[in-house]
């Protein structure tokens, strides 16, 4: 079946320091979406990306979509105690089936 | 304004038992996703509705789980005869229109079966 995979699993990171996560599916995907979700909390939807070769920011954060729209990137530039949590991508098929990765979990060492 | 609301919040039952789990959207959302996540995972798809149509229910794990969103609003994942195995948290998510993808999640059932 489908499947999304997310490396690394866990990530610790001294504040300040740069961190990236990669998403990869094992078919093409339609768009990817990314979240965030917070010890204790829910998933909370971050960008969605669509276009071959795209790369979206948000202040810190960038995303980017493969070429072949079969991976996906989130990096966090100078990451702060505030970016804790697990970051998730979700890829959706062609069948609006969303299909979330395992996710991230990134710590940050103050 | 409010955000998605599951109910209840926590569930414990013992082995056997039927529960049902609700989830009421945001106002006028028009897909709703049902999803299970296991702690240390992402959330496992389930199924979903546009409006009041189920439109996937592939991942539903076996007859014994089951749901309907009858007016295309608020949406009641049931589980029947209920098995330790079934214990995880629920999630619901909404969104505002087919193929929209921004998904608002709402807090979670924790359901434990004992």
Redesign the interface.
């Known amino acids: 079946g489908q499947q999304v995979m997310q490396i690394p699993q866990y990530q610790h990171v001294q504040e300040g320091e740069d961190f990236t996560t990669y998403c990869n599916s094992s078919t093409t995907l339609s768009?990817i979406?990314w979240?965030k979700q917070r010890p204790g909390g829910?998933?909370?939807?971050l960008i969605?990306l669509v276009k071959s070769g795209e790369v979206k920011k948000q202040k810190r954060l960038t995303f980017q979509f493969g070429e072949a729209k079969k991976n996906s990137s989130l990096h966090i530039t100078a990451t702060q105690t505030t970016d804790v949590g697990t970051y998730?991508c979700?890829g959706?098929t062609s069948?609006?089936?969303?299909?979330?990765?395992?996710?991230t979990?990134l710590s940050v060492i103050p | 304004g409010a955000g998605v609301s599951q109910s209840p919040r926590y569930k414990v039952t013992k082995r056997g038992q039927d529960v049902a789990l609700r989830c009421d959207p945001i106002s006028g959302h028009v897909s709703l996703?049902w999803?299970r996540q296991a702690l240390?995972?992402?959330?496992?798809?389930l199924t979903?509705f546009n409006y009041e149509a189920q439109?996937?229910k592939?991942?539903l794990p076996n007859d014994r789980f089951s749901a309907e969103r009858p007016e295309g609003s608020i949406s009641t994942l049931t589980i029947q005869r209920t098995e330790q195995r079934d214990s995880a948290m629920y999630?619901c998510?909404s969104s505002l229109r087919?193929?929209y993808?921004?998904?608002?999640?709402?807090?979670?059932t924790r359901l434990t079966v004992l």
């Open positions: 768009n979406q979240y829910h998933p909370v939807f969605q998730f979700a959706e069948y609006d089936k969303v299909i979330f990765g395992p996710g979990s | 996703y999803y240390g995972q992402g959330p496992e798809f979903y439109q996937d592939s991942g999630r998510a087919v193929s993808n921004e998904q608002f999640f709402g807090p979670g």
